[in-house]
């Protein structure tokens, strides 16, 4: 049972390659300012079906963090679906999520400990975003306890090569 790429797996496609990012992460620094945050993320292919992406920076609290980010489609549900973990936290994000109408954004929807960190859950959106083929953004928000989404991250990252 081999299945074919299909469009949707294209999309995810276009993430293959070398990156460096920068950005942002609000609401952790002194009197509430935004911390800085910088690395690089190295994305290849699995069977044109899978990418997977991995990534080495600096966190906004100065220390080394590596992340590995999972994406891909799957056909029965028509949902694109993946993980994402980072080494500064036990917790395993699952992903499910879907195209905008034009085409050009990825929203995954992931539940996860709240900022509280008195042991609740939050809902989350990881929004990935393409500005031609060779820069794009990944933003986050969380829902607060009255349904409002408050964005709290986002990087931009510049293509360094095309393949891996």
């Known amino acids: 049972m081999y299945e074919q790429p299909q469009s949707e797996h294209q999309w995810i496609h276009r993430l293959v390659g070398e990156w460096a990012y920068e950005g942002e992460c609000g609401g952790g620094?002194?009197?509430?300012?935004?911390m800085k945050m910088t690395g690089t993320e190295s994305v290849r292919s699995l069977g044109g079906l899978w990418t997977i992406g991995e990534g080495t920076g600096k966190s906004p609290d100065g220390n080394e963090s590596k992340t590995i980010m999972t994406l891909g489609y799957d056909a029965k549900s028509g949902r694109f679906v993946g993980t994402f973990i980072v080494s500064m936290m036990t917790h395993l994000w699952p992903y499910v999520g879907s195209?905008?109408?034009?085409?050009?954004i990825l929203t995954l929807e992931s539940e996860g400990p709240s900022f509280a960190g008195d042991g609740t859950t939050s809902k989350y959106l990881d929004i990935i975003e393409f500005q031609g083929e060779?820069?794009?953004?990944?933003?986050?928000?969380?829902?607060?306890?009255?349904?409002?989404?408050i964005p709290f991250m986002k990087s931009t990252y510049r293509r360094i090569?095309?393949?891996?």
Do not use: V
Not at 99 to 104: I, K, M, V, Y
């Open 161 to 164: 090569t095309s393949e891996s």
């Open 29 to 34: 620094g002194a009197e509430g300012e935004s």
């Open 134 to 149: 060779n820069q794009r953004t990944l933003s986050s928000k969380y829902q607060d306890g009255e349904g409002n989404w």
């Open 99 to 104: 195209l905008d109408a034009t085409g050009t």
